[in-house]
T-cell receptor
Framework: DAGITQSPRHKVTETGTPVTLRCHQT?????MYWYRQDPGHGLRLIHY???????DKGEVSDGYSVSRSKTEDFLLTLESATSSQTSVYFC???????????FGSGTRLTVV | TQLLEQSPQFLSIQEGENLTVYCNSS?????LQWYRQEPGEGPVLLVT?????EVKKLKRLTFQFGDARKDSSLHITAAQPGDTGLYLCAVISYSGAGSYQLTFGKGTKLSVIP
């Protein structure tokens, strides 16, 4: 019954391979976000979306791209994964841009 | 320079003790949010404070927004093992194109020992 789900929950991939993480919501919220969380850095915004096909870069967007073709889905793609992209990735949604966020349970990505 | 400074970084206390964690900045904010994150899960919103000097209570948790709206504190009374987690403060900042984004502090990791 979760309003936001991320898949996969865990992934191990090799350096140089493409990886896509999926975020799916059932709340019909307009805003969706991708964050990464790393020790010593906290949560940092990668990309966000303010509507279907409307996306913008966050603080740490290099090496990542996103797509949002439907309200409910927000995809994060690592075109060519590097070891520095080993992290826990969180998707979040919000009904309006100034309100509280609801986070997914995260995807733990390891690039070897 | 970090927008939000949280202190302490780590805190380990015995069950039943009281504690306070802090979130400070040199900037003024229109509002500030507190989240708690448990291991293996995403952050969960606890409260939003919007008015300088505002105090909000959530059971044993008391949140205060500074008078100048530059800082906030979270006080937990009689801590329990279920309070263990990472406590994050966050603020909304304008990111252009009519959109805003949430920026987080690095958090305070709390361990409550039974």
């Amino acid at each position: 019954d979760a309003g936001i789900t991320q898949s996969p929950r865990h992934k191990v991939t090799e350096t140089g391979t493409p990886v896509t993480l999926r975020c799916h919501q059932t709340e019909n919220h307009r805003y969706m976000y991708w964050y990464r969380q790393d020790p010593g850095h906290g949560l940092r915004l990668i990309h966000y979306s303010y509507g279907v096909k409307d996306t913008d870069k966050g603080e740490v967007s290099d090496g990542y791209s996103v797509s949002r073709s439907k309200t409910e889905d927000f995809l994060l793609t690592l075109e060519s994964a590097t070891s520095s992209q080993t992290s826990v990735y969180f998707c979040a949604i919000s009904e309006n841009s100034g309100g509280g966020y609801t986070f997914g349970s995260g995807t733990r990505l390891t690039v070897v | 320079t970090q927008l939000l400074e949280q202190s302490p970084q780590f805190l380990s206390i015995q069950e039943g003790e009281n504690l306070t964690v802090y979130c400070n900045s040199s900037s003024v904010f229109s509002s500030l949010q507190w989240y708690r994150q448990e291991p293996g899960e995403g952050p969960v919103l606890l409260v939003t404070v919007v008015t300088g000097g505002e105090v909000k209570k959530l059971k044993r948790l008391t949140f205060q927004f500074g008078d100048a709206r530059k800082d906030s504190s979270l006080h937990i009374t009689a801590a329990q093992p279920g309070d263990t987690g990472l406590y994050l403060c966050a603020v909304i900042s304008y990111s252009g194109a009519g959109s805003y984004q949430l920026t987080f502090g690095k958090g305070t990791k709390l361990s409550v020992i039974p």
